[in-house]
Each structure stands twice: as C-alpha cells, then as structure tokens.
Nanobody, 121 residues
Framework: QVQLVESGGGLVQAGGSLRLSCAASGRTFSTGTMGWFRQAPGKGREFVAAIKWYGTYYTDSVKGRFTISRDNAWSTVYLQMNSLKPEDTAVYYC????????????????WGQGTQVTVSS
C-alpha cells in the first residue's frame, strides 16, 4: 500500500512562486507514474503534470511555468510553480499509479489529501 501526503500550498500574489511536495511511503516500487491534479471550486479534477522514469508531461496551461521532479528514490515528488496566475487557484492533489495514460484520473491508484493553492491578483 502507498500513502501520499502533500504540503507546501498557501496564499501568494500573482507572479509569485510555490513549491509543492508529495511525500510517499509504503510499497512504492510498483508505482511507475507520479502526477499532480488540481480541482477548483465547482470544477472537475484537472491533470496538471506527471513524471515517469523516461519523461515528464504537462497540461498546456502550465507549460513553461510549472516543473515536476522527484528524488532518486521516488520518496518525494515536487511541483515547482512559477509565474502563478489567479486561474491556478485550486486544491492540488498528488497521485500515484502504474499506467501509460498519465493524464487520466483513472490511471492512478493512490491519492493524497490535497493542499490548497490560492493566487491573488
């Protein structure tokens, strides 16, 4: 079983930066994909970024601004968010799975509790 815990959210002004962390514990050896999703009030959960051993992937709206990374043991996954915009405001969730369809919620088995990111203008 894999457990994920997010941290690092908060309130920032537009143009600012935040770094989210996702600490993983348990039997992570079978988790080949780590991803970040976000959910704004009244909206569905949206794919943000994913990382596999061979590459990283981003939704168009965050390309060039967000960077996903991990430590060598996959114990912690990060989302560096720069040039934040008010439309980035959402609860951000870390997720783990083992599927090629990294952009779909259904690809992930494990989910964190979420961390709030609020960007003011």
């Amino acid at each position: 079983q894999v457990q994920l815990v997010e941290s690092g959210g908060g309130l920032v002004q537009a143009g600012g930066s935040l770094r989210l962390s996702c600490a993983a514990s348990g039997r992570t050896f079978s988790t080949g994909t780590m991803g970040w999703f976000r959910q704004a009030p009244g909206k569905g959960r949206e794919f943000v970024a994913a990382i596999k051993w061979y590459g990283t992937y981003y939704t168009d709206s965050v390309k060039g601004r967000f960077t996903i990374s991990r430590d060598n043991a996959w114990s912690t996954v990060y989302l560096q968010m720069n040039s934040l915009k008010p439309e980035d405001t959402a609860v951000y969730y870390c997720a783990g799975g083992d599927s090629d369809t990294y952009y779909r919620e259904s690809a992930y088995t494990y989910w964190g509790q979420g961390t709030q990111v609020t960007v003011s203008s």
